[in-house]
């Protein structure tokens, strides 16, 4: 049974600080990898796909992949109050194609 | 992108009644999915819903708890059937798969049905 695990949080960061979100997953055979933004009540909004070993950049957010290890991590660089939410990790792939698996998410906080 | 709408948004039902909640892509998709997100949870995949055949149920979930019909490319249905307060939770569908962009695996998700059963 394929499980991603997220890093337990709720994490609390400064405005301007990075925000270090991980992410663990257990089938190798997963190809693709996401991160979703979900806010209070909302549904989640997709930030960034990933699906190659290293780093893929978006304005204020980077992904890192690492497939050996089985790790995908996101990177928020000086965060905002607004990017306070929940951020969910979710992986597809292998034998699942298109079925996404969720990890729990972790709920950010950006203090001001 | 997609976007997706579902009816309705919200809605308290009776403990051993249905609902029926639709879905909306305003784009021909390849694949659209049902999932649940109980409260304080993360989403759990429910179903695939495949167009003009049965749909893919996950394990611990099964067709008649959770018929799903899904008649073209850009609409499907997910039913609540005989409803308890464990079904209390918000229901998303997603699509994934533009019809004509080749090799995209992102997916859309619908704003999502909150069900409260009494």
């Known amino acids: 049974q394929k499980e991603v695990e997220q890093n337990s949080g709720p994490l609390s960061v400064p405005e301007g600080a990075i925000a270090s979100l991980n992410c663990t997953y257990s089938?190798?055979?997963?190809?693709?990898f996401f991160w979703y933004r979900q806010y209070s009540g909302k549904s989640p909004e997709l930030i960034m796909s990933i699906y190659s070993n290293g780093d893929k950049e978006d304005g204020r957010f980077t992904a890192q992949l690492n497939k050996a290890s089985q790790y995908v991590s996101l990177l928020i660089r000086d965060s905002q109050p607004s990017d306070s939410a929940t951020y969910l990790c979710a992986v597809t792939g292998g034998t699942s194609y298109g079925k996404l698996t969720f990890g729990q998410g972790t709920i950010l906080t950006v203090h001001p | 992108s997609a976007v997706i709408s579902q009816k309705p948004s919200r809605d308290i039902c009776q403990r051993g009644t249905s609902l029926t909640i639709q879905c909306q892509v305003d784009?021909?998709?390849?694949?659209m999915f049902w999932y649940r997100q109980q409260p304080g949870q993360s989403l759990t995949l429910i179903a695939t819903a495949n167009q003009g055949s049965e749909a893919t149920y996950e394990s611990g979930f099964v067709i008649d708890k959770f018929p799903i019909s899904r008649p073209n490319l850009t609409f499907s249905t997910l039913t609540v059937s005989n409803m308890s307060p464990e079904d209390s939770s918000i229901y998303l569908c997603?699509?994934?798969?533009?019809?004509?962009?080749?090799?995209?695996?992102?997916?859309?998700f619908g704003p999502g049905t909150r069900l409260t059963v009494l």
């Open positions: 089938d190798r055979g997963s190809q693709s």
């Open positions: 997603s699509g994934m798969g533009l019809a004509g962009v080749v090799g995209t695996d992102t997916q859309y």
């Open positions: 784009s021909q998709v390849t694949m």
